[in-house]
Each structure stands twice: as C-alpha cells, then as structure tokens.
C-alpha cells in the first residue's frame, strides 16, 4: 500500500471510523449513513484498495443488509402492513424500520472495513506498543494473526498426507467433511506440541524480560495525523452537542 | 572459575518414570566448545534446559545437585539476564520464529526489542547479523514462509544477535545443506575465537571432532564418558556407550588393529594429514 491513506498513522484512521461510527448510529434517517458507503469506497480506492474493499463488503455485509432489508419489509408483519401474498406482506413501517437498520449497518461496517483494509496488523500492534499496551495483548493478536496461514498450511500437509494413504479427501461435500473430521485430532496435537517449544523459544528470547519494549519497524506521527485528529474530536463534540441540545 | 558448572546434577519431568538426567558433573571453561554427544533420548537436551534454566522455571519438577553459570546457581538469574547470558538455539526451527514478524530483520531483532535496546544500536547488530549468517537475500522475506534450513540460520542470527557469552545450539544443523552445515561450524569457531563458550549438541560427529575442546558423552542420562575431545574421540570404548567415532579415527585405529601398530590416532582429516601426510600413511 502506498500513498497519502496509507502513510496515515492507525490511530488517526481509527479515530475516523470511530466518529463515522457514532455520526452513524446516532444520526437520525438513512441518507447519512448510506453515503458513508461511497465516501469509504474512494477512500479505499485512493488507498489502492478499491475493487478489494468492494468485494469485501458485497460478500460479507452486503448479502446480511440484503436479507435484513427484505424480512423487515417483506415478512415481518406491521399494524399497516399491506397483504401481497402467502406469508409476504409490504409495510411503510417495515420500510422505514429497514432503512433504519441497514443504513447503519453499512456506515458502520464500511468504516470498518476500511479501516482492516489500509491498515496493516503490524501498523495496528505498533501503535498499540506505541500507547503501553500489555506487550501480550499485542504478541497475541499478532500471533493470532499469524497463526491462521500456518494452520492452514498445516492441514494441507495432514490432508496430503491422507491423500497419500488413499483416504478420499475430495468430491462432494459429505466426501470433505468425512475427510475433515479425522484431519482435526492430528492437526491439534501437533499444534498444542508445538506450542512448548514456541513458547521456550519465545522466553529464550527475553519475551518476559521486564523492561519496556523497543522496536525496530518504525512508523512516524505526523503533522496531518494530529490535525486529522483534532479534527475528528471537534466533530465529535459538535455532533455530541447538536445530539443533546436539538 | 568455570563458565558452566554441573554438580551431581538430576532431573525428571514432572510426568516422567524415571530420570531423564541422574548425577551429571562437568565444567566449561570459557571459550571452550562442549560438545553433548549421546543417542536420542540420552538426555542432552534436557542437560540444556538446565543449563538456561528452562528448567524448573517452565519445565516444572525439582532438579537436585546445582547448576551455576559464571560462580553464580541459574536460579539468580532473571528473564533478561539469563537471554543476555545464554542465547539458546533449538532443535526445530519450525518453532523457533517469533510468529509476529513479518520480515527476517524484524525477527533476528526480537530479542533486542525485548531487551529494550534502541533503535540504531538494534538495526547495526541486525545487519552485522546478516551479514555473518549470509542472509542478505532473505533479510526482507516473511520468515513463516521459509525453508527449514534458512529458518535454522535465522534462528543462530536471532540468538546471536545479543552477543551472549555462553551459545546452546542444539542440533543447528539437523535442517541444513553441507555448504550450509559447514557455515553454522565456522560461526562455532568465530565464536571460539571471540572466547564465547559454547555448549553443542550434534551428531556430525566428523565435524564436532574437528571444532570440539571438550565431550561430553551421554548414555541414558548419564555421562557416559567426559574429557577433551581428542581423547574421547579416539577412545574406541565411544562405540560401547551409544557413540560413534569420526570416520578418519576408525580408520586410523582399525588400522593400527591390523597391523599391530600404536601410532597416534589423528582426530581429523586435517589432523591426519599433518601426522601423516608426509609419510604417505
């Protein structure tokens, strides 16, 4: 990733979601919330991530706001709802209520994503370091991170090897879950036996040494990041103070 | 005043039947090269474990005799002190990346980040690092998504890179290539030669002839037999006790066998060709 978004510290990026998020669930109607979809799309695209950030959301929130939208306006059943057919039905109370519910839904899932999309996780545990974190807390969400590549390769290697030994690892889906299941026992002792020596070579590596922890990767704060920030805090004070006092 | 010290030392895992290591004594001197020879299961590694410490403080149980590093018992040591004392590096290489680090400079440095050390300091350490384990051309890969013999070589680099006093490599080279396993031994001996002590455990036994001061032979957790490496190597009572000797000394010896003769046994091809080489043995 390259560029102005990406040169962004993860604070200042967290910051803008943080407020995209607020202004969005508390922000009354739908017309807000649903443009915050088009202005993280060409935030994304000016980051370089545009298509991906895109597929992203079609595949995950997408189809949920999809499902959403038609049962409130289509099946749950309302005092003005008007009887179409069978068990569907159309509501004005059903519209607005869905309007309501996925408008927010994609303000706050398109902050989101976009955020885990020009974020690095390095990016993101260093600017935890950065703000004294519990050195844990970053290593665990680090290594969870990293973790799932390995384990995955892992039972490629078990599902290889019982392949290999003319176990049926492919064909419908009964054939893989058959397959999958006895997969599962090897794939996590070898984990939990690994996880012994990982963690020897971890404290062999002054993990639990108990002074205050230094990096070599380097990422600056910069003049635009503070702004953005003070920013994102003066909007959030005057939406707060439009929310309370309208 | 010993580097490394085992006094009639013991040991058995919390779950085990019996003693994985029973009445060991030895000394390291500094600058020594010790190497632990013995069959699997012979008690070499858990012999490391004790002398990091790993033992009793993640390896629970109650070892008996002392183990001292420098006059002074393992157990006085913190966290820091014992990863600035002892770099320790593993037999799997597999385990021994950190699993946070997304590139091989990042990962040598770990420990340094660990240890606080500033950023300058750290990055000159790091590149004198990769320098001397030839890792320039993996110094930007993802360390998770290499090979086992150039995870083994990132793993010495992480454990080298604190400039210990006292290296425990435990099979460094299980993973590696000839040109590589040749690497790993000239390190050993840059290490020597910086009067580093180094505990060793190897089964290259050619090789452990030629860079070793000193054996130590395990049998069923015992020490089978202990003392400079020229005099056990060439010792044929090795084979008795699970070991093995370097090729050139079987040779030698087999030799003298045969032809009733008592010449001295060379523990090297060098050293057989400075005894011998003019003679046309």
């Given amino acids: 990733m390259t560029g102005f978004i990406d040169r962004l510290y993860p604070s200042s990026k967290a910051a803008m979601v943080l407020l995209a998020i607020i202004v969005g669930i508390f922000t009354p109607g739908y017309i807000l919330q649903y443009a915050m979809f088009p202005v993280f799309l060409l935030l994304a695209i000016m980051a370089g991530n545009g298509m991906r950030f895109f597929k992203a959301f079609l595949s995950s929130v997408g189809t949920v706001v999809l499902v959403i939208f038609l049962v409130q306006v289509f099946i749950v059943r309302y005092p003005d709802s008007a009887h179409i057919w069978a068990f569907i039905a159309l509501s004005p109370t059903g519209l607005d209520k869905s309007l309501g519910i996925t408008s927010r839904i994609v303000s706050s899932a398109s902050a989101i994503m976009w955020y885990f999309q020009v974020t690095t996780p390095k990016d993101m545990v260093y600017a935890m370091e950065q703000a004294h974190l519990p050195k844990k807390v970053t290593f665990v969400i680090m290594s969870t991170i990293g973790m799932v590549p390995q384990v995955i390769n892992r039972s490629r290697t078990i599902m290889d090897a019982q392949k290999s030994r003319g176990i049926e690892t492919e064909g419908n889906a009964w054939a893989r879950v058959k397959s999958f299941v006895p997969m599962l026992g090897p794939l996590i002792f070898s984990l939990i036996q690994q996880t012994e020596e990982h963690a020897l070579a971890l404290q062999s590596r002054a993990f639990l040494a108990p002074v205050p922890k230094t990096s070599l990767y380097r990422l600056d704060k910069h003049t635009i990041d503070r702004v953005i920030q003070v920013i994102c805090l003066l909007l959030l004070i005057l939406f707060i103070v439009w929310r309370v006092w309208k | ?281």
């Fill in chain 2, 1 to 281: 005043m010993s580097v490394i010290s085992l006094e009639h030392v013991g040991y058995r895992y919390p779950l085990g039947h019996e003693d994985a290591v029973h009445d060991v004594s030895f000394q390291v001197e500094q600058g020594q090269v010790c190497a632990l020879l013995g069959a699997n299961g012979s008690g070499k590694t858990t012999i490391c474990n004790l002398i990091r410490g790993f033992i009793p403080r993640f390896y629970r149980g109650e070892p008996t005799g002392q183990v001292q590093l420098a006059g002074r018992p393992v157990e006085q040591y913190d966290d820091a002190e014992l990863t600035e004392t002892i770099g320790y590096s593993f037999q799997n290489p597999f385990t021994q990346m950190s699993g946070v680090k997304d590139n091989v400079r990042e990962e040598i440095a770990y420990a340094l980040e660990n240890l606080g050390i500033e950023r300058e300091a750290m990055a000159a350490r790091v590149d004198a690092m990769i320098d001397l384990l030839h890792l320039d051309d993996i110094a930007d890969a993802n360390p998770l998504e290499l090979s086992g013999g150039q995870r083994q070589r990132v793993a010495i680099a992480a454990v080298l890179v604190t400039d210990p006093p006292i290296v425990v490599l435990d099979e460094p080279t299980s993973q590696l290539d000839p040109q590589s396993t040749e690497d790993v031994f000239n390190i050993i001996a840059l290490l020597k030669r910086q009067g580093k002590t180094v505990i060793l455990v190897e089964h290259k036994i050619d090789l452990v002839a030629r860079y070793s001061d000193l054996v130590i032979l395990m049998e069923d957790g015992r020490v089978a037999m202990s003392g400079p490496a020229r005099r056990v190597l060439t010792d044929p009572q090795v084979l008795d006790h699970g070991g093995q000797l370097p090729e050139v000394t079987r040779f030698f010896l087999e030799r003298n066998q045969k032809l009733g003769l008592n010449d001295p046994v060379p523990l090297s091809v060098e050293d057989a060709i400075k005894r011998y080489g003019r003679k046309g043995a």
